[in-house]
């Protein structure tokens, strides 16, 4: 399949994800369970189709690094058990590590209590021919920490500057900085990876129930799942105010996990196509060095 139907066909999948205009945005209208025409007996089809874009997403993985310009963010966020370490795990399996940087965000420790809420993260941005992963990220300073106000408290600010608006300013400092990124050559694309409360429960039996499962589950999970309508308050509020052309969200229904790698995949796929990126070309001069190097090792 050419490139171009490749963009063709993973710009169909992805569209009625992609949020890039914030007004007007309710979570209600994005079904976890959407497979669009996908069905329970595609699901054979749909892993063909996840391995034949891992396959094309290494290939274009490799000009990024080869060519040095772009950096590309992804940032993951979601429920617990949502799927998104699988979801980094089977899109991303078949990238050359060396080009790809994955770090996850848990509880901020003592040193990033001390600095900004964007501190932590900005510091692992991926460098340029690199892809970088955040699995959680500056985001959880408007989810998080907005659905447990007393983690605010912890954050030793001044009492200036934790205003009624406290969230409107932290949304604007988020597109501010994805904005001059964005113009620096660092593309991102952000998923939110979007289960329903059933499938959650599902998800946490199958944990407790699967001694191989035990270690994932911990009682904090359920805890917070006490707070579901308080976080998807937090979420559509955090997708109505931060998305933007430059750095879309990803509304990515979460119930059936190969439907969401493969849109997933189809994401990062599109992203990378629309860079235009080629191998560097050589001049003369290395033509000429290269006909050389090859004599000697030749003999000719």
Known sequence: ?????????????????????????????????????????????AKEGLATGVEVLAGLQDRLYAQDRWSVLLIFQAMDAA?????IKHVMSGVNPQGCQVFSFKAP???DLDHDFLWRCLKRLPERGRIGIFNRSYYEETLVVRVHPELLG?????????????????FEDIRNVESYLGRNGVV???????????????RFLERIDNPAKNWKFSSADAEERGHWDEYMEAYEDMIRSTSTKEAPWYVVPADNKWFT???????????LTE???EYPKVGKQQVEELAKARAKLTGK
């Open 1 to 45: 399949m050419k490139e171009k139907d490749i963009l063709k066909h993973c710009q169909r999948l992805t569209e009625p994800f992609r949020v890039t205009r914030g007004k007007g945005f309710r979570l209600k209208d994005h079904d976890p369970e959407d497979t669009l025409h996908f069905k329970d007996e595609d699901k054979a089809r």
């Open 83 to 87: 799927g998104k370490d699988g979801v």
């Open 109 to 111: 420790t003592s040193e």
């Open 154 to 170: 912890k954050q030793k600010l001044p009492s200036a500057c934790i205003t009624p608006d406290i969230w409107d300013r932290r």
């Open 188 to 202: 991102i694309r952000k998923f939110f990876l979007n289960v329903s409360k059933k499938e959650q429960k599902k």
């Open 261 to 271: 790698r493969l849109v997933v995949a189809a994401a990062v796929i599109e992203t």
């Open 275 to 277: 860079l235009g990126l």
